[in-house]
């Protein structure tokens, strides 16, 4: 099975709001491929923007299964915030102490093409909430300062080369 390509800070795809998936069929070779990549890169999240594709789709990892979810929605967020430190496989390296609600609900559209309501608290409240911020365009670097923000994108602007 094939892996795809991680896209890293500041690929522009990162900063797209993703568009929504109309139907399951249309992205089942890109979850089959994407939980590919998560497994092999030991990773618990990815978004489709990660893989460069603007598409409303995530995988995600619980113990030894991968499920993906598209079309999510948050509705419900707990008042009470806890802070973990977060890192994204689109900035190696970096890690940020990231303040999020504890617990989230949310809708979301499963690879069964059912419409489900999902509750996730702890790991799974930050996980689902991250890669979500992906599918809008959302950054791990927009929890950082401003100073701290543009010192990475210069860092990774010359030390990578800069792919569209
Ligand atoms: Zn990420």
Request: hydrophobic share 40%.
């Amino acid at each position: 099975m094939e892996k795809l390509e991680i896209k890293t800070y500041p690929n522009r795809i990162l900063r797209k709001k993703a568009e929504k998936v109309n139907n399951v069929e249309e992205v089942e070779e890109l979850i089959d491929k994407m939980k590919n990549t998560l497994e092999e890169v030991n990773g618990i999240g990815l978004a489709a923007p990660q893989v460069g594709v603007s598409k409303q789709v995530f995988v995600v990892k619980d113990g030894h299964h991968y499920y993906a979810f598209m079309n999510p929605e948050i509705v419900e967020k707990s008042e009470e915030t806890t802070k973990t430190q977060e890192g994204c496989l689109s900035f190696p390296g970096l890690w940020v102490d990231v303040d999020r609600p504890k617990k989230v609900k949310l809708k979301a559209l499963t690879e069964d093409g059912e419409r489900m309501l999902l509750e996730a608290d702890g790991v799974g409240a930050v996980v689902f909430q991250h890669e979500i911020d992906h599918l809008f365009g959302n950054l791990l670097i927009d929890k950082l300062p401003f100073s701290k923000k543009i010192k990475i994108y210069f860092k990774n602007l010359f030390n990578e080369k800069r792919a569209d």
